[in-house]
């Protein structure tokens, strides 16, 4: 059998691990707040970002994307994955 998902709306933004980031979403900022994302190697140039999912800790580095599910989950996606499965949304 084959399958196609359902077309859905996520939230997403690209994360630069660039301290002068200033487009990082309220519901990231909020995350951070709540430990749910936390960062790795911060001040270096192999910061990262580990990110609570519900199929436990990623990690997420410069150049990915980190989307918000429809359920409100977090989860970092590459930028290759991201762009051959969204566009973006009217």
């Given at each position: 059998m084959?399958?196609?998902?359902?077309?859905?709306?996520?939230?997403?933004?690209?994360?630069?691990?660039?301290?002068?980031?200033?487009?990082d979403?309220?519901?990231?900022?909020a995350?951070?707040?709540?430990?749910?994302?936390?960062?790795?190697?911060?001040?270096?140039?192999?910061?990262?970002?580990?990110?609570d999912t519900?199929?436990?800790?990623?990690?997420?580095?410069?150049?990915?994307?980190?989307?918000?599910?429809?359920?409100?989950?977090?989860?970092?996606?590459?930028?290759?994955?991201?762009?051959?499965?969204?566009e973006?949304?009217?």
């Amino acid at each position: 059998m084959r399958f196609c998902k359902r077309p859905i709306v996520i939230e997403a933004f690209q994360w630069t691990g660039d301290e002068r980031q200033t487009e990082d979403p309220d519901w990231a900022c909020a995350a951070i707040r709540e430990g749910l994302i936390r960062f790795l190697n911060l001040g270096t140039p192999e910061v990262a970002l580990l990110i609570d999912t519900y199929e436990g800790t990623m990690t997420a580095r410069q150049g990915d994307w980190i989307i918000r599910g429809v359920k409100g989950e977090l989860y970092p996606c590459k930028l290759d994955i991201f762009e051959a499965t969204y566009e973006p949304a009217d």
